[in-house]
């Protein structure tokens, strides 16, 4: 492992790539009066902030929004305003101008710098600037590393431009038939999107199932809304040669070139206007220079780092939600300031639950384990269902309601391990779930919280009846 160099400033902590959860970690620790370095290449507030999270769900709401009227008697169905749709999107991701979160983090007393950051040697990062200057950084204590993930591209489409999940959000030019390539979260909301948009979406999927992780109803009930939706799901599909002979990349968001075609391994043959890979992520650890102080890749993952380097969020391959890094980066940050040893890793003895949302419609929420893998965990469990369209509530808010919930109840402990639930609004009616797993908190006593009338939070009746004594 080399020595430290020579280094033009000194920072308690040095914290590379400013998505929410570098953030986090800097703002929580810099409040405390270390001195803490912010290093990143592109904007403040990463992907999340304006091509993930914040504009995905500023399209999918308005689309839900005006689904619902469809779904209502008594009142005339509205329809999405494309233009408009895209305006608010890029009104709620600041234009894709990152001023004032980057006035935000100095305000705090950070120090912001622009600029590509990579290791070079024990404690030591070096920032490569936009305008070719060099400054090397020395940390006094700690280096944490949150540059977040990178596209998974699959080898067939290698060197082919076509979209990624950036451009789906950040969609300017709607194409007439877009494919989308892949069957998770990124593949299905965007799937939503770009055909209330217009699109003409064909996915395929290279398994048999939608989500697939979760409970095998809810790649039912979706693929059924999608396919309703107009989207035409392939199941069992998988690339074979994809051309695009006039292919070239204009920008985020706009079509990428001329039509593409896609034989598929079936030797089915398809055309569209684009194509969005949602084939998965993978940590963004390539650029660090990590072979300088005898680590590689993997050693991140695994965890076999020194005691000053750190990896939270997507870059660690732990945890690719932005609430769960900012959680692992909140306890980072408690053991940071209280002095402790950090080669603790800031990790508690039990893992929470991960609760996830897929804002489709209807909404996917899920905590926790599933059926299948608390038994392959070697649980001895009970599970409950219950129907949507049976809950007073759920049909006041739609005339034709859709949608499903299951919980997985540990016969050991008597109380919950996952739960999904599948329908209008489940987003809002997670946290509920995630506090009785966290809690451990006995069915008894579940059945004593009584959900108001008439909500769909009424399920939760319909589900604890079936468990309880």
């Known amino acids: 492992m080399s020595s430290p160099a020579a280094t033009d400033h000194q920072y308690d902590l040095i914290v590379i790539g400013a998505g929410p959860v570098g953030e986090t970690v800097a ?4 409040g ?22 914040k504009p995905s769900k500023a399209l999918l709401h308005p689309i839900r929004a005006a689904a619902d009227t469809q779904h209502l008697s008594g009142v005339h169905p509205t329809r999405i305003v494309a233009d408009e749709l895209l305006a608010r999107r890029t009104e709620k991701v600041t234009h894709y101008d990152d001023a004032a979160q980057k006035q935000a983090m100095e305000d705090s007393g950070i120090t912001v710098l622009r600029g590509h950051g990579r290791l070079n040697g024990e404690r030591t990062v070096e920032v490569h600037g936009t305008d070719g200057a060099v400054q090397t950084l020395g940390a006094k204590r700690a280096v944490v590393i949150t540059t977040g993930t990178t596209a998974n591209i699959p080898p067939v489409f290698e060197g082919i431009p076509v979209w990624d999940s950036q451009d789906a959000t950040a969609v ?7 494919i989308i390539v892949g069957g998770g979260p990124v593949a299905c909301e965007s799937a939503t999107w770009m055909t209330a948009l217009g699109s003409k979406v064909t996915m395929l999927v290279r398994g048999g199932l939608l989500l697939s992780g979760m409970e095998p109803f809810v790649s ?3 693929a059924d809304q999608l396919t309703e939706a107009g989207v035409d799901i ?29 034989r598929t391994k079936a030797s089915d043959t398809l055309k569209a206007e684009e194509l969005l890979l949602a084939t998965g992520r993978k940590p963004d650890l390539a650029s660090l220079n990590l072979h300088s102080i005898g680590l590689t890749d993997q050693d991140v993952l695994d965890d076999r ?13 732990k945890y690719q939600l932005t609430h769960m890094g900012k959680y692992q980066a909140t306890r980072f940050a408690k053991h940071f300031m209280a002095a402790t040893e950090l080669a603790e890793r800031a990790t508690p003895e039990t893992e929470p639950p991960t609760p996830q949302v897929v804002f489709t419609d209807p909404q996917v929420a ?22 949507f369209a049976d809950v007073a509530g759920a049909v006041l808010l739609r005339d034709d309601v859709v949608g499903k919930a299951k919980i997985v109840v540990d016969t050991a402990t008597n109380s919950l391990i996952g739960a999904t639930l599948v329908g209008p609004e489940t987003a809002e009616m997670l946290h509920a ?19 108001v009338f008439p909500t769909a939070s009424e399920v939760w009746l319909a589900l604890l009846d079936q468990v309880g004594e």
Not at 32 to 53: P, R, W
Not at 308 to 317: E, Q, R, Y
Not at 366 to 387: I, N, P, S
Not at 441 to 447: D, F, S
């Open 234 to 262: 392939q199941f069992y599909t998988e690339a074979a040669e994809v051309r695009r002979p006039d292919g070239m990349d204009h920008g985020r968001g706009e079509i990428k070139g001329g039509p593409l075609t896609v």
């Open 32 to 53: 405390s009066g270390s001195s803490v370095a912010l290093v990143e290449h592109d904007l403040v507030g990463g992907d999340c902030a304006y091509y993930a999270c």
């Open 220 to 222: 039912d009930l979706l």
């Open 172 to 178: 300017k030019d709607v194409p007439n038939r877009l």
């Open 305 to 317: 780092t020194p005691d000053w380097l750190h990896a939270l969020g997507d870059a660690s391959g």
């Open 366 to 387: 899920f905590v926790g384990l599933t059926e299948d893998a608390a038994r392959e965990q070697g649980y001895e469990v009970l599970t409950a269902e219950a129907d």
């Open 433 to 451: 779930a995630t506090i009785a797993i966290t809690a451990r908190v006995p069915v008894p006593t579940l059945q004593d919280a009584v959900p």
């Open 27 to 30: 703002q929580t620790i810099a």
